[in-house]
């Protein structure tokens, strides 16, 4: 920070590349577009050249950066929110299906998982199609909530604490885990059902070849 302060270029360029990945996500989560979000980006870099002085370090330069642009962030987006409904800040849906937990019979089963998650990633061959798992995470955070959305991306994409979000997003303690919950079990629903559809086919395509062998 004293090298930024005393106006190394450097250290300010270190800063940007470090940092300004991040900060385009987070921002694309408040405004309509991408030309949109780098605009706010490019507000809050300025912001920050211009408020060096002021800041005290009691938090650290990440959570400062991200603290201007969400403020920059929101402001910029009254006008232009998104299409996409937000929905109410909690729901009535489950997060996960009932049935897959045990509802009695056996004690001390009562609640626990009969059918659990499964894993994202399970042999070398499952994970030969990690880039459209990945494609399909991504595709699945864009259809998230917006506040559930950006909770998920500070939380598990840009690792912030889970004080930082609360506080970056003005969110209770509690607010914050549950948007967090419902975020990343959607996100696991979604990736399963790809995964299964993955699994159909792949056995849909050995039962011909054995066929024609």
């Not at 090298?3 to 405004?31: I, K, W, Y």
């Not at 990440?62 to 929905?87: H, M, Q």
């Not at 004080?163 to 969110?171: R, V």
Request: glycine share 8%; net charge negative; hydrophobic share 40%.
């Amino acid at each position: 920070m004293l090298s930024l302060r005393n106006g190394d270029e450097r250290a300010f360029e270190v800063l940007v590349g470090r940092h300004a990945p991040g900060m385009l996500r987070v921002a694309r989560t408040f405004v309509a577009s991408d030309s949109a979000a780098e605009d706010v980006v490019q507000d809050t870099w300025v912001a920050v050249m211009r408020g060096l002085d002021l800041f005290e370090e009691r938090c650290s330069v990440k959570t400062w950066l991200y603290r201007i642009l969400i403020n920059r962030a929101k402001s910029s987006g009254i006008g232009e929110r998104r299409t996409i409904p937000i929905g109410p800040l909690h729901d009535d849906d489950p997060t996960v299906d009932p049935g897959r937990f045990h509802s009695g019979g056996e004690p001390g089963v009562r609640g626990h998982w009969c059918e659990p998650p499964r894993p994202w990633q399970r042999d070398p061959q499952a994970q030969a199609v990690g880039a459209e798992l990945l494609q399909q995470l991504r595709a699945a955070i864009e259809q998230l909530p917006e506040s559930q959305r950006q909770v998920v991306i500070l939380r598990d994409v840009e690792e912030m604490s889970a004080a930082e979000t609360a506080e970056l997003l003005s969110l209770s303690a509690a607010n914050q885990r549950s948007l967090l919950h419902r975020g990343r079990a959607r996100l696991r629903t979604t990736l399963e059902q790809y995964l299964a559809l993955e699994d159909s086919v792949g056995i849909e395509s050995q039962g011909r070849q054995e066929a024609a062998g």
